[in-house]
């Protein structure tokens, strides 16, 4: 059996995009929280620097994930992402203990 996948998506705004990286990534959490295989998908800003956002993901497994990634907002995201996006990191995680 798969084990679940955690990540830890932080995606930084380009100067002065912040509020439009934001809607971007809003626009995300319903269809992708309806997507088969996702156990959790959850937004955040970070208090010190709002021009910083984490998406906190749970995923029953690997192959799913690579689905939500292959999805068509998932791609219309992208396309924007270049506009908006200085940085973007993903930490792939399994629980442990």
């Not at 269809?31 to 709002?50: I, K």
């Not at 749970?58 to 200085?86: C, P, Q």
């Amino acid at each position: 059996m798969e084990k679940e996948l955690t990540l830890v998506a932080t995606i930084t705004a380009k100067a002065g995009k912040a509020d439009t990286l934001k809607n971007a990534l809003l626009d995300l959490v319903a269809p992708t929280r309806a997507e088969v295989g996702c156990l959790q998908y959850d937004l955040h800003q970070d208090n010190q620097d709002p021009n910083v956002f984490v998406f906190l993901e749970r995923w029953t497994g690997y192959d799913v994930w690579h689905d939500h990634m292959e999805s068509a907002h998932i791609k219309a995201y992208i396309t924007l992402a270049d506009d908006l996006v200085n940085e973007f990191v993903v930490k792939e995680m399994h629980a442990i203990g």
